[in-house]
T-cell receptor, first 116, second 113 residues
Framework: AQTVTQSQPEMSVQEAETVTLSCTYDTSESDYYLFWYKQPPSRQMILVIRQEAYKQQNATENRFSVNFQKAAKSFSLKISDSQLGDAAMYFCAYRSHQGGSEKLVFGKGTKLTVNP | EPEVTQTPSHQVTQMGQEVILRCVPISNHLYFYWYRQILGQKVEFLVSFYNNEISEKSEIFDDQFSVERPDGSNFTLKIRSTKLEDSAMYFC???????????FGAGTRLSVL
């Protein structure tokens, strides 16, 4: 079974600085998706960024980028020029692209605080 | 922007009672999901639903749970006889296709007393 581990329960960053959130996963599959979701307090989880495992190029979305290391099974999220609105819980998630499974497997989350 | 909406935001119930958690998925989406998060633990998959039937379920989704799409807009999760350990945040999600991004609601916090 696949597992996702986020080893940092909490992180903090100064506004305008850069922060990296860590995620590792375990799978025997070769074809899968990885996601970072953001959950602001009392709001729904929204997708920040998605990476297809077959793509070697790291995904980027504006100030958000990932460092995808397939051999190491590592998928970290870098937030550049942090803003107060980035404060949230961040979840790393895995989804298989084989066998028809649609479920997301989540890590425990990292709470990000942005200090003004 | 279309959203997944969940009601109520907080549900308090007595142990042994039945509860129904409601979700309105995004209107053109065909795949629906329920996840839960017990306080301090991971978000866990419960069930996926497509074409009026369950397509996948986890070990957690036992006989006390059921899902239904009673009309063209709602997607519900019923817990027949709640237990203390059912206390959790329950998230509904929907996607346009099975491989597509899942969009989440804000969740329903269920407290079983």
């Amino acid at each position: 079974a696949q597992t996702v581990t986020q080893s940092q329960p909490e992180m903090s960053v100064q506004e305008a600085e850069t922060v990296t959130l860590s995620c590792t996963y375990d799978t025997s599959e070769s074809d899968y998706y990885l996601f970072w979701y953001k959950q602001p307090p009392s709001r729904q989880m929204i997708l920040v960024i998605r990476q297809e495992a077959y793509k070697q190029q790291n995904a980027t979305e504006n100030r958000f980028s990932v460092n995808f290391q397939k051999a190491a099974k590592s998928f970290s999220l870098k937030i550049s020029d942090s803003q107060l609105g980035d404060a949230a819980m961040y979840f790393c998630a895995y989804r298989s692209h084989q066998g028809g499974s649609e479920k997301l497997v989540f890590g425990k989350g990292t709470k990000l605080t942005v200090n003004p | 922007e279309p959203e997944v909406t969940q009601t109520p935001s907080h549900q308090v119930t007595q142990m042994g009672q039945e509860v129904i958690l409601r979700c309105v998925p995004i209107s053109n989406h065909l795949y629906f999901y329920w996840y839960r998060q017990i306080l301090g633990q991971k978000v866990e998959f419960l069930v996926s639903f497509y074409n009026n039937e369950i397509s996948e379920k986890s070990e957690i989704f036992d006989d006390q749970f059921s899902v239904e799409r009673p009309d063209g807009s709602n997607f519900t999760l019923k817990i027949r006889s709640t237990k203390l350990e059912d206390s959790a945040m329950y998230f509904c999600a929907s996607s346009e296709d099975s491989w597509d991004i899942q969009y989440f609601g804000a969740g329903t916090r269920l407290s079983v007393l």
